[in-house]
């Protein structure tokens, strides 16, 4: 947690929320060796209290206002920024899809759930092939619960996620939302 009161002297604001994103997030014990994260949003806010006149603290607290517990990765987090920047509606982390008959399925790493959006970011590990047969899985039973499912990889990420908010926009249009609904 130190280290990033620290790193907020020099660090732009997305890259501190990316941190702590990462110390608020609850592990998977079958995937990592701990079963509590590394800090609360509480606890990151108390440290921030306590340093009132360090360099970097209004930079933190406005980065703590934009954390959210769930995300497994640093661009699931640069992605919802870029989401909510764009006037989109801000997405769900991690959250379990459930569909009509009230069945838990898979979380998605981003969802619109009033618009039955799942959003996939598909890093270097999705490239295996025992991963490529999962996630075809996950999109059949996506499409199954009557949701869309948008992938995004790093090429979509360029230049502020241009590409990821325009695949994005294009399916909550194909899912009833309003383009003049944008509050950018």
């Known amino acids: 947690m130190r280290t990033w009161l ?3 002297q020099s660090l732009p604001l997305d890259d501190l929320v990316v941190i702590a994103d990462h110390l608020v997030r609850v592990p998977r ?6 079963y509590e994260p590394y800090a609360t949003p509480f606890e990151l806010g108390n440290m921030i209290a306590r340093h009132p006149r360090k360099k970097g603290v209004r930079i933190l607290r406005d980065a703590l206002q934009l954390v959210r ?4 990765s640093p661009p ?5 920024l870029a989401m909510v920047r764009a006037g989109l509606p801000e997405p769900r982390v991690n959250e379990r899809i ?3 008959m009230g069945n838990m399925l898979h979380p998605p790493d981003l969802s619109i759930t009033e618009f039955r959006i799942a959003i996939e970011y598909e890093g270097q590990g999705h490239s295996l092939p025992d991963q490529i047969d999962r996630d075809i899985g996950r999109t059949e039973r996506t499409l199954a619960a009557g949701w869309i499912e948008v992938r995004i990889s790093k090429r979509h990420m360029a230049h502020g996620a241009k590409l990821a908010i325009d695949k994005i926009v ?8 309003k383009y003049d609904d944008i509050a950018c």
């Open 29 to 34: 014990p079958n995937f990592e060796n701990r």
């Open 98 to 100: 459930v569909d009509d």
């Open 69 to 72: 517990i769930g995300a497994d």
């Open 6 to 8: 620290d790193l907020a």
């Open 170 to 177: 294009s399916a909550l249009i194909e899912q009833g939302w």
């Open 76 to 80: 699931e987090t640069q992605l919802r």
